[in-house]
């Protein structure tokens, strides 16, 4: 079946230094979604890239998908310690389901 | 605007006591549905979606299953809790391609 990797597991970063975590599946995907966990929280929507190549920021945050539609990369710029969380890409094919990755855990030192 | 509810918000019950676990939206008609499970520190597990009143789909064969009474209703249950069901349990909701979640259930068993 469809698989979504993830890496790195788990992040820790000073303050004011950038942070990527990288997202790779085993077949070819319809879009991918990104998706932030605070703490204790539940995961809340940041993005969905659709185009093959595509590129899109929210302010410090720029997210890509691979040419081949099979990998995906979340950078931040300069984190900040609000950045802390649990950032999830989620892969779709044509079913209902998005397949999610297991997680890149950031933790941010003031 | 559309939300979702869970309730309880947490929840401790001894192993093989039963388990009902429900999940309203709000604002919307003829949602799918999804229950994940996540454990702790760890990626969301898929264990049910639903696309209408009736309709199940199971994506891990497990002590759990799913019902949906109601367009806007979806139950996760257990006749037996297993000490492996312990876990923050998810709701969430399909709008176009994105999922939105609820705040979550989270359980332990003892």
């Known amino acids: 079946g469809q698989q979504v990797m993830q890496i790195p597991q788990y992040q820790h970063v000073q303050e004011g230094e950038d942070f990527t975590t990288y997202c790779n599946s085993s077949?070819?995907?319809?879009?991918i979604q990104w998706y932030k966990q605070r703490p204790g929280g539940h995961p809340v929507f940041l993005i969905q890239?659709?185009?093959?190549?595509e590129v899109k920021k929210q302010k410090r945050l720029t997210f890509q998908f691979g040419e081949a539609k099979k990998n995906s990369s979340l950078h931040i710029t300069a984190t900040q310690t609000t950045d802390v969380g649990t950032y999830f890409c989620?892969?779709?094919?044509?079913?209902?389901?998005?397949?999610f990755g297991s997680g890149t855990r950031l933790l941010v030192r003031p | 605007s559309q939300t979702i509810h869970q309730w309880p918000a947490t929840l401790v019950q001894p192993v093989g006591s039963p388990l009902s676990l429900e999940c309203t939206v709000e604002?919307?008609?003829?949602?799918?549905l999804y229950w994940y499970r996540q454990a702790a520190g760890r990626g969301l597990q898929l264990l049910f979606y639903?696309?209408?009143?009736?309709?199940i789909s199971s994506e891990v064969p497990q002590n759990l299953s799913a019902s949906r009474p109601q367009d806007r209703q979806f139950i996760l249950s257990s006749k037996k809790l297993l000490l492996s069901d312990s876990g923050f349990y998810l709701c969430?909701?399909?709008?176009?391609?994105?999922?939105?979640f609820g705040p979550g259930t989270r359980l332990l068993v003892l």
């Open positions: 969430a909701w399909r709008q176009g391609e994105t999922q939105y």
């Open positions: 077949t070819t995907l319809s879009n």
């Open positions: 890239l659709v185009k093959s190549g």
């Open positions: 989620a892969g779709k094919d044509s079913s209902y389901k998005l397949i």
């Open positions: 604002g919307t008609s003829n949602p799918n």
């Open positions: 639903s696309v209408g009143i009736g309709q």
